[in-house]
């Protein structure tokens, strides 16, 4: 069970004796003064620093720790505008979304949907195209963040790949100094590019490296490329535990969130991969990527598109 914070209590003080008089209840009166003072000079600590976007983790309703999870138990969702679409078109699952947190990501130039409320959030493979876009005035009014999907493909620039750090700070620089959130999505096969050679599992690389902790300095929102191991919900849960933790040390106020897929390369998976994914790790990030990806330039091993799959994932966790 998700539980929030405890509200403060304010200190107990013992009753002043009857025989005291007004001078008793003066003292006292000095007294709660001093604690109601310090409550506040608590609270104002707490709200202080950071990004001015994200409020602080201790502040957030349903903060537990590292990690932030809705008061009402429902996760946030990262969904591409066609995924978005085909999962409001069940019913069921629409209620499901309309009741929690949905980002939507957009191509540039893309609209939003119409008939669902979500925030706008729009995706950018580079850097440097982040930022001239965002510069030149290119992200649309009413937008809520920019995405930054750092990958080792051909829509990465290479230099980029070598210090993904260092595009991701650039980036969130020109993004906050417009008003704009930044979701970083740094995938696995970063690794291929920064460690070379390895014989370790990509995800023990991806650890090793601490690139989630470099990047969650700089995010608002970070996201945990796992859907490659969401077949063994012990793997994949290791795994985003371990990021997350990384991230959630690297900067207490950043939200998590992890990926998932309904048809990743490889053998076909099944909603009970992706609800054992789910409950293996909603304890320890704040929502999903739930991607539904088609074969195409940037997915060209994916499997056919299974919004099924999404949608009885939705329904079973409903």
Not at 101 to 127: C, D, K
Not at 257 to 282: C, E, F, K, Y
């Amino acid at each position: 069970m998700r539980t929030g914070i405890r509200p403060q209590r304010s200190p107990q003080l013992p009753a002043p004796p009857r025989q005291a008089g007004a001078a008793a209840l003066a003292v006292t009166a000095v007294v709660l003064a001093a604690a109601v003072c310090l409550l506040a000079a608590c609270s104002a600590t707490v709200s202080s620093g950071g990004h001015p976007s994200p409020p602080p983790a201790a502040s957030r309703p349903g903060s537990t720790g590292h990690v932030t999870v809705p008061a009402d138990g429902h996760l946030t969702w990262l969904l591409t505008r066609s995924a978005l679409a085909q999962l409001v078109a069940d019913p069921s699952v629409r209620a499901e979304l309309q009741a929690a947190q949905v980002y939507e990501i957009l191509q540039p130039g893309q609209r939003p949907l119409t008939g669902f409320a979500a925030r706008s959030v729009v995706t950018f493979a580079s850097a440097a195209a982040l930022e001239s876009a965002v510069d030149a005035g290119q992200v649309p009014p009413g937008t809520w963040g920019v995405l930054y999907d750092p990958e080792a493909w051909s829509f990465t620039p290479a230099a980029e790949q070598r210090d993904p750090v260092l595009a991701a700070t650039q980036a969130a620089a020109v993004a906050h100094a417009n008003g704009l959130r930044l979701i970083v999505t740094p995938a696995l096969n970063l690794t291929t590019v920064l460690q070379p050679g390895s014989s370790q599992p990509r995800w023990q690389q991806f650890l090793d490296l601490n690139l989630v902790g470099n990047l969650a300095r700089v995010a608002d929102v970070i996201e945990l490329q796992a859907q490659s191991l969401e077949r063994d919900s012990g793997t994949y849960a290791g795994f985003v535990k371990a990021a997350a933790a990384q991230a959630s040390d690297a900067n207490p106020v950043v939200t998590v969130l992890a990926g998932l897929s309904t048809n990743p390369p490889g053998a076909p998976v099944s909603s009970q991969h992706l609800t054992d994914a789910i409950r293996a790790t909603s304890s320890t990030v704040a929502g999903y990527w739930l991607n539904i990806p088609g074969q195409g330039p940037r997915c060209p091993t994916c499997n056919a598109p299974q919004p099924g799959v999404a949608i009885q994932t939705l329904q079973a966790l409903g």
